[in-house]
């Protein structure tokens, strides 16, 4: 299971941090990857993170300014987005990695929407 | 980047029908792909990946089918929770990309 933290309204310019908590089995085998949804837009993958080491990967467009990390202790892993413009409002979602070497999701967050409005 | 691109945007069908949903991939993917389905204000749920494999507790009506750049989804006997959209999402090439999605609404 992935429970994801609740809906943020920020400012433009202002940073976010959304978490994730995993629970129900090995948080270090299965990387974590964030998704995010515009609203009535598609799926746009942003990156993923290996709570194994703490790797990342994150899609260009987004590699500067965005981060993500991992806390084993809690297995809990976060997304951070700085310098927010109205286009990132968007619902984001983080989803598992199947298996430790494919990159499709089988499990997801409920998502977490993040506005971003002066 | 590969480009995912789903046929037809909208679809609207009846419960009962039996209906389909293309994607088709930029560059040869091999069987790398996925479907998902999310209903409104959810998080998208898997129904297939390696193109054809139904993943664990989805109804035997889904079916996928296809390989290198075309691939289908296939619902049979359409049932009203079926009512959603459909992703495809390809995870041959970095980086993964989604299609843009088949919403399959009432008619």
């Known amino acids: 299971q992935l429970m994801q933290s609740g809906p943020e309204v920020k400012k433009p310019g202002a940073s976010v941090k959304v978490s994730c908590k995993a629970s129900g089995y090995s948080f270090t085998i299965y990387g974590i990857a964030w998704v995010r949804q515009a609203p009535g837009q598609g799926l746009e993958w942003m990156g993923w993170i290996s709570p194994y080491n703490g790797n990342t990967n994150y899609l260009p467009k987004f590699q500067d300014r965005v981060a993500m990390t991992t806390d084993t202790a809690t297995t809990t892993v976060y997304l951070e987005v700085a310098s927010l413009t109205s286009d990132d409002t968007a619902v984001y979602f983080c989803?598992?990695?199947?298996?430790?070497?494919?990159?499709?999701?089988?499990?997801w967050g409920q998502g977490t929407l993040v506005t971003v409005s002066s | 980047d590969i480009q995912m691109t789903q046929s037809p945007s909208t679809l609207s069908a009846s419960v009962g029908d039996r209906v389909t949903i293309t994607c088709r991939a930029s560059q040869r993917i091999g069987d790398s792909l996925a479907w998902y389905q999310q209903k409104a204000g959810k998080a998208p749920k898997l129904l297939i990946y390696?193109?054809?494999t139904l993943e664990s507790g989805v109804p035997s009506r889904f079916s996928g089918s296809g390989s290198v750049t075309e691939f289908t989804l296939t619902i049979t006997n359409l049932q009203p929770e079926d009512f959603a959209t459909y992703y495809c999402q390809q995870y041959n090439g970095y980086p993964w990309t989604f299609g843009q999605g088949t919403k399959v609404d009432i008619k």
């Open positions: 989803a598992r990695k199947a298996t430790p070497v494919s990159y499709y999701f089988d499990y």
């Open positions: 390696k193109a054809s």
